[in-house]
């Protein structure tokens, strides 16, 4: 299980809970936190659920997401990264975005107004895609200065 899919979840009925990875004094592992506050974890190492002596009460389908969150071996619980392609030649930024038809550099407004029209707009990419638009040298472009990361909260579920 990832843990955008676990916190999406655990949303739906508690938004004080939240989980997140963590190097915690007994290894890393998987961590629950209730407003901000670590509840209780698990370690990648231990069976054990340790939790915290001001934890409060904690629904059990929480518990069942910090288990199956502990079952996920720790590489596959992060999404992958994504990323927004810029250019710039000093005074003006334009970001790449896909269309239905294919790509185009545009500026903020222009995202904008694509997206408004429902033209198909794409302008998040992930690392796999990034990869791919690089391999396909149709951009020549420093592609070490174009990416900027995109954090996951600002990513679509489309």
């Not at 231990?46 to 929480?62: C, G, M, N, R, W």
């Not at 999404?79 to 970001?95: A, L, P, T």
């Not at 198909?120 to 020549?140: A, P, Y």
């Amino acid at each position: 299980m990832k843990l955008s899919e676990a916190n999406k979840r655990v949303r739906g009925w508690d938004t004080s809970i939240d989980f997140i990875e963590a190097d915690m004094s007994d290894g890393h592992g998987v961590v629950l936190r209730q407003s901000g506050r670590n509840s209780m974890w698990m370690s990648d190492d231990s069976e054990k659920v340790l939790i915290t002596y001001q934890a409060d009460e904690v629904p059990y389908e929480s518990i069942k997401l910090l288990y199956a969150l502990h079952e996920t071996p720790a590489e596959e619980r992060e999404d992958e990264k994504n990323f927004r392609v810029f250019i710039s030649n000093g005074m003006n930024r334009q970001r790449l975005v896909r269309l239905r038809s294919g790509y185009i550099f545009c500026d903020e407004n222009g995202v904008k107004n694509y997206s408004a029209a429902s033209y198909g707009v794409k302008d998040i990419f992930t690392k796999s895609e990034v990869d791919r638009l690089r391999s396909n040298g149709d951009f020549n472009i420093s592609w070490d200065k174009a990416l900027e990361e995109v954090p996951g909260d600002e990513v679509s579920d489309d």
